[in-house]
Nanobody, 128 residues
Framework: VQLQASGGGLVQAGGSLKLSCAAS??????????MGWFRQAPGKERDFVAA???????DYADSVRGRFTISRDNNKNTVSLQMNSLTPEDTAVYYC?????????????????????WGQGTLVTVSS
């Protein structure tokens, strides 16, 4: 599956951005995917941000819980990440990812290795 992320940009601290990721999958297939967002700051590893299961159950990294909201629209084959109360520490390239295995098991999905498809990344820069 091909993933196309969008919505990044420059925002001041305390502001908001909404990222979107479109998948080139059929609606029935997309609904079975576990979708995730990861981010990578310069010189750092790619870190888990959020994921959403086939039942739309979300999971968040501690650093973003309460500020970010992940959602999906299976009719449009999209997953979104609403980011509020942004801080300079949120500055990174954000990647959407898909686990297309359709095993309907959510285990250890904070690990990049659980996802088999990746988008190209979209840059989010938060100025202080």
């Amino acid at each position: 599956v091909q993933l196309q992320a969008s919505g990044g940009g420059l925002v001041q601290a305390g502001g908001s951005l909404k990222l979107s990721c479109a998948a080139s999958a059929s609606g029935r297939t997309f609904s079975s995917y576990i979708m995730g967002w990861f981010r990578q700051a310069p010189g750092k590893e790619r870190d888990f941000v959020a994921a959403i299961t086939w039942t739309s159950t979300p999971d968040y990294a501690d650093s973003v819980r309460g500020r970010f909201t992940i959602s999906r629209d299976n009719n449009k084959n999209t997953v979104s990440l609403q980011m509020n109360s942004l801080t300079p520490e949120d500055t990174a390239v954000y990647y959407c990812a898909a686990d297309t295995s359709a095993t309907y098991i959510y285990v250890d999905h904070r690990n990049t290795l659980k996802f088999d498809s990746w988008g190209q990344g979209t840059l989010v820069t938060v100025s202080s």
